[in-house]
């Protein structure tokens, strides 16, 4: 099999919601390390299996959203797996700075402790910094 006809397999086994879409599980390379969720379209799978840069559907905007294209802190695909109901996509991704829009290397950053959610540390980056100044 070619490297496309693996896309277009992996394509046609996904199990896309009744708006077309499917979460996204973007996961650190080598650490393990959960990145973020986000949702993609088969625009978005075709795009990131095409061009190895990872590409989300943003639900917000309506349109595709290339991760870190404002930002910089882009993901490059290394690999990627469907699960067993082949409804959610792991992506194993090369991570570019941080990952989550508050500065943060991950956005699974808060916690419970003792009833209340815990930010640990400060943020990596400071999201102004990231996006730009709105002043």
Sequence with gaps: MTT????????????????????????ARGSGEVLMMAWMNRAA???TLATGRV???????????????RSGNVQRLV???????GDTLLLEVE??????????????????RDGALVAPGEPEIDPEDLYGRSD
């Design 79 to 85: 690999g990627q797996r469907l699960d067993c109901d």
């Design 45 to 47: 799978v075709e795009e």
């Design 55 to 69: 590409c989300y559907w943003s639900r917000s905007r309506r349109s595709l959203w290339r991760k870190g294209e």
């Design 4 to 27: 496309r006809q693996h896309a277009r397999a992996l394509i046609e086994a996904i199990k896309f919601d009744r708006d077309g879409l499917v979460p996204a599980i973007a996961q």
């Design 95 to 112: 991570q570019t700075g941080v990952a989550c829009h508050t500065g943060r290397r991950s956005c699974f950053y808060r916690s419970l």
